[in-house]
């Protein structure tokens, strides 16, 4: 034993560890590395979180979109299918929202185009707004042009 403690005497003289101070230093330095490093960490995981969150969000908007536009395109062929105008759309029959208690959808034609008086084709909107769970105003918008197809056969 008293062989161990000449040695750590030694060592000590040798200057290996200078004072109780610098190690106490050194180690609050290495904390702070650290606390650096995890929080940072965790700012790229929040990040992440809330892109994956907005993803998720704007994939909803372009489904509810997508039916809008599917909605239409019902109506008309069902116009067809009862001998009535193609382009006589009732757009109060397609569902306006609140839709998962956020998204709201107006659907809505934007242009048309005629030939011989009768609408031969017509550009159809489809509109998604909502907040986005961060507070941020969003707004989707997809259109679609429609064509009389049956008056060309």
């Known amino acids: 034993m008293n062989k161990n403690n000449n040695k750590i005497k030694k060592i000590m003289k040798k200057g290996y560890f200078k004072t109780k101070a610098q190690t106490l230093i050194e180690t609050l330095v290495a904390l702070s590395i650290i606390t650096l490093i995890l929080g940072a960490a965790y700012g790229i995981i929040i990040q992440g979180l809330k ?28 116009n067809y299918c009862n001998g009535n105008l193609w382009s006589n759309i009732n757009f109060n029959n397609i569902p306006q929202g609140p839709f998962f208690n956020k998204f709201t959808r107006t659907v809505g034609i934007t242009d048309t185009e005629l030939n011989n008086e ?27 042009i429609l064509y009389d197809t049956k008056s060309s056969q």
């Open 51 to 78: 892109v994956a969150r907005l993803s998720l969000e704007k994939t909803q908007a372009y489904n509810l979109a997508q039916e809008g536009i599917e909605q239409v395109r019902y109506l008309r062929d069902l």
């Open 118 to 144: 009768k609408i031969i084709k017509m550009t159809i909107i489809s509109r998604i707004a909502w907040t986005d769970s961060f507070g941020g105003s969003q707004v989707f918008e997809l259109k679609e």
